[in-house]
Structure formats: structure tokens, C-alpha cells
């Protein structure tokens, strides 16, 4: 009797431990799904704060080029912040 219910308990903990294991790999990938988006109506801030994000590896992967465009893209339009990181990513 004693085995039954041991063996009952052990499938119920395989199954548990199965059923958080895929609820963790669910969530990983949706949150590596996250990486910024942006749009032809972006603000010039928004365009800013994706350009930090592909300059510090932040949700995508790190980018100096792409950080680089982006911040060009938001200091012409006059964004003072990405003025700044042009400067010091020209150095």
C-alpha cells in the first residue's frame, strides 16, 4: 500500500515539475519576444530610447551601429540626449 502511494506521489511530482518547467520556457521566450519596435511615428524620444537600448544590449542584442542610426535619426530631429551619445560614440 505504501508503494502505491509513493509512486502516485512521484508521477504527481514529475508531472509538476514538467508542467513549471514548460510554463518557465513559455515565459522566456515571450519575453524575449519584447525587443523594441519601431515605427515610422516614433518619437524622437522613443527613437532615442531604442538607440540606448541597442547601445547597452537591453532586450536586444548590443549594436553600436544600429545605436549609432538611431541616434542620429532622433538628434536631427533635435532630441539633445542622442546629441550627446553621437558625441561619444564618435570619440
Sequence with gaps: MHQRKNTTLI???L???LLSNILIVSA???ESSNA???SNQSTPAE???FGLAYYE????PEDDNKAFELFEKAA????APAKHYLGIMKV
Design 36 to 38: 523594441p519596435v519601431l
Design 11 to 13: 508521477q504527481s511530482l
Design 47 to 49: 527613437t532615442y530610447d
Design 28 to 30: 522566456c521566450s515571450a
Design 76 to 79: 536631427n530631429q533635435g532630441y
Design 57 to 60: 544590449g537591453n532586450s536586444v
Design 15 to 17: 508531472l509538476a515539475t
